[in-house]
Each structure stands twice: as C-alpha cells, then as structure tokens.
C-alpha cells in the first residue's frame, strides 16, 4: 500500500513511520526541514518537502496515494485555521484520484475532557478542551467526506521514543531536580506507548470499516503522580493557569482526570498492546 504520512517526525508520526516501512508499505512523508528529510529517508520512506502551512506548494508533487494518516500539530495559534486550510487543499486534491483513500485523522483524549471515573469509549460526546475544540468538526468532516473513506484514532496520553508526554518531566528531572504536575499527583491519565499507537494505525489502516473511531489507550488509567516520581523523588504541585502562561493555553489538558478504554480496538482489530508498565518504561527510557 502506498501510504502518505502527515507528522512523520513527531513522537507519533516517528514510529508509525518505522511501523509501516516494517510491514512493506511503500510509504511517503512530509518533510518541513533538511532534517526531517534526512529521518523520513532514513526509515525507508521518500521525502516530499513542504509544510502544512502551505499545502498547495506540495501538493502537486504527491502522487496518487492508498492511504493518508494525518498524525501533523504545531500547538500555535493558528492550529484551526492551519488544519482546515490543508483539509481544504488535501481533500480537493485527493478527490481527483481514480480510487479512493482511506484517510486516518487524528484526534485525541483531551477531546473528551475531564471523565474523571467514568470510562470514556467511542460512544462518550465530546468535550474538548477549549484549546482543541476546534478538531471536533475537522474529524467529523474526514468521516463524512466523501472524497475519502475516513478514519479516527483518539490516542491516549503516548510516551516511549523521544518521550513523548514524559519528555517534560524528564526535562524537569534533569533540569530542576523537582517535576512539575498539574493539578493534583492523583490526576489520572490513559496512557499508550508509540509503539503500541503504531501497531494500532497499521491495524485500522488495513482493517478498519470506513467511518470508524478508535481510542488507543492501552492503560485505561494511570496517577500521573506516580509516573512523576518515578523521575524524580520530588514533586511540586503547579495549577493550570501557571502551566498555560509557560507553555500555551494547550497545555491545561495536562491536569484532566481521565478514563479511557481502549476495548473497541482489542475487540475487532485484535490491538494487543505490550507496554502495560508505564513506571519500567520510565527507568528504560532514564537509561
């Protein structure tokens, strides 16, 4: 399958990427920098260059494609308007093609707010985080779109690689002898490692009913508290505000209290996650 990657070099996007390559897909990927460039054709992939600022400058160049699997944020302030202006250019493009993709957008657990101890599944409404609101009509768009057979995965909070949402405490750790959680140490967070998310897209790439949602979160639930003293043997407790006037009004999703089931996902694409010990993973990835 001929797949076009969007995010390839992000703490998502980097292992789906790896994933993909290792099952034979033949697999092309945005590349904003010489960098990126040189990471997408070190994983087998080709590099198309551009950036989803500005679609139409790259469009041209992609080939008609399989598959897309949109995994691309900044977290600026121009998320909304960046992310409708390459829905607009990409599906435009995409409608012109002799066979019709399957397109994977993806969304996230702060869509769903704060569950605290009410298990969200795919049925749960929505209540986004204010500062992602925004994504609740642009996936809703890809699933109605008739130019592609849509996808959504919701990933849980992802750690493994580079870090992913445990970068900043191990950056704290490192930094500060003392890691920074937002709200209360009993926060709980759905967690998932990249490479179980990875193995999750390629299942929904090749398995999915069009139309379809998953949640990729392996643990349904995790004290944050724990993870952070698993770093560190200090914690300083800090509120939402203060995290939001360090690194965005994004960031507030930081202290959401959330239950997530990944069972959909187990159940019919038969997602086996392996990393079930988020506290091991933090002594490796301290290694």
Known sequence: MRVFLLGATGSIGSAVLRELTGRGHEILALARSDASAKKIVHNRAVAIRGNIEAPEHWVAALPDVDAIVHMACDFGGSMESTDNHLLDVLLRRLSSQVTKPRFIYTGGCWLFGDTGDT????????????????MV??????????????LVIHPAMVYGGDGGVF????????????????????????????DDLADL????????????????AAIDAFPVGRIARAFAHDVEIVSTDEIARDLGEWARGYACNQRLSGARARRDLGWAPKHQDPERDVLEFRA
């Open 167 to 194: 970068r900043r405490f191990a950056h704290d750790a490192r930094e500060r002898q003392v890691v920074r959680v937002v709200g209360s140490e009993s926060v709980q967070w759905p967690l998932v490692h990249c």
């Open 119 to 134: 298990v969200a599944t795919e049925e749960t409404p929505f209540s986004p985080l204010p500062a992602f609101a925004w």
């Open 201 to 216: 897209y390629a299942l929904v790439l090749d398995h999915a009913p069009r139309r379809s949602s998953y949640l990729g």
């Open 137 to 150: 009509p642009h996936l809703q768009r890809v699933l109605a779109s008739a130019e592609v057979d849509g």
